[in-house]
């Protein structure tokens, strides 16, 4: 691969990672409004958070080959962290990686188009959770006897 290519690449890896990790979250946090749905939603929310928790922690890992072990846990803690726009940590992650970058860009976007989508997908159920959120939010009904309110 060309020296080009491989800068191109190297710029690439912590915004896509950033993006995955903001879809992990947006999901998992949808999922947890569900999980007393259904058996089944617990079952997938729980999946997922052993999904979320195995790519967070190789993150982490990651990120510690450019960063030290806090900075990398602050960073996946603190999406709004300015280390994820930091183009210098980028191609330090680009070094590392070395020979393996383009695989690793390759896997870190299969994760972020699968979990990009899952979100899409969840999003469908905002007006369910509103829903929820109003029924939770509005008062008893009169007529119900004290010990229902």
């Known amino acids: 691969m060309a020296g ?3 800068a ?3 710029l690439a890896v912590l915004p896509i990672l950033f993006e995955t990790v903001r879809a992990y979250s947006n999901v998992h946090d949808s999922l947890h409004t569900f999980r007393h749905w259904a058996k ?3 079952t997938i929310s ?3 958070k052993i999904q979320r928790e195995v790519f967070f922690n190789e993150c982490r890992l990651f990120l510690q080959k450019a960063v030290d072990a806090e900075a990398a846990k ?3 803690r603190d999406r709004n962290d ?3 726009k930091s183009a210098d940590l980028d191609k ?3 070094a590392v990686l070395e020979d393996s970058l383009e695989l690793c860009c390759s896997i870190i976007t299969a994760t972020h188009e699968v ?3 899952i979100e899409a997908e969840m999003k469908r159920f905002n007006v369910l959770r509103e829903h929820q959120r109003d029924v939770r939010a509005s008062p008893a009904p009169s007529h119900l006897p004290k010990r229902c309110h």
């Open 4 to 6: 080009v290519e491989i």
């Open 115 to 117: 979990v990009g989508s």
């Open 46 to 48: 729980f999946e997922l």
């Open 74 to 76: 602050d960073m996946i």
């Open 82 to 84: 300015e280390r994820w």
């Open 40 to 42: 089944e939603v617990s």
């Open 8 to 10: 191109g690449l190297a």
């Open 92 to 94: 330090k992650l680009g």
